[in-house]
């Protein structure tokens, strides 16, 4: 054996030993007999919302950096999920229709969106959601309200429900 080799032994043989004594104190207590301690895979898909029939009105945008953008309308912003993977959207001044998929419990994508293109006015929200809607990815509900959240972590979008008509 060549000197590098020698001298590389002992750290290979202390991260042996450690694994080692890591993977002992890891090992779950022996079980009763004709138990098994592996979880049995649940049969059940993971509960996925609804969202074909709801809609919803823009509360605000947080940034990761801390950033929040809120509407002056929130009215002004809305989502209309329709049956059949399509969607009404208002961004503004601007109307339009797109498409929607959930392919999973927790994940959404947006197909493009064929809006009208009228020039909101200055302080428009519009140009910000529309370079960001292709990319949003995931979303979540809680207490009632949607969260849109876009990939790499860049920012949420919160949605309120639209209070039904009477």
Known sequence: MNRYTLSALPIV????TAGMTTAASQTPPPTPAGKSQTPKPSTKPSPSFKFAGT????VKFQSMDDTTLTPDDGSKYTIEFLAGGKLNARI?????????????PSQIEFGPLALTRAQCPPGSMHDQIVKMWPNIRSYVVRDGHLFLAIKMDSGIY???????KK
């Open 13 to 16: 043989l202390l991260a042996l």
């Open 55 to 58: 809609s919803w009105q823009l």
């Open 92 to 104: 503004d001044c601007n109307r339009g229709i797109g498409t929607w998929k959930s392919a999973s």
């Open 158 to 164: 919160e949605f309120e429900p639209i209070p039904k």
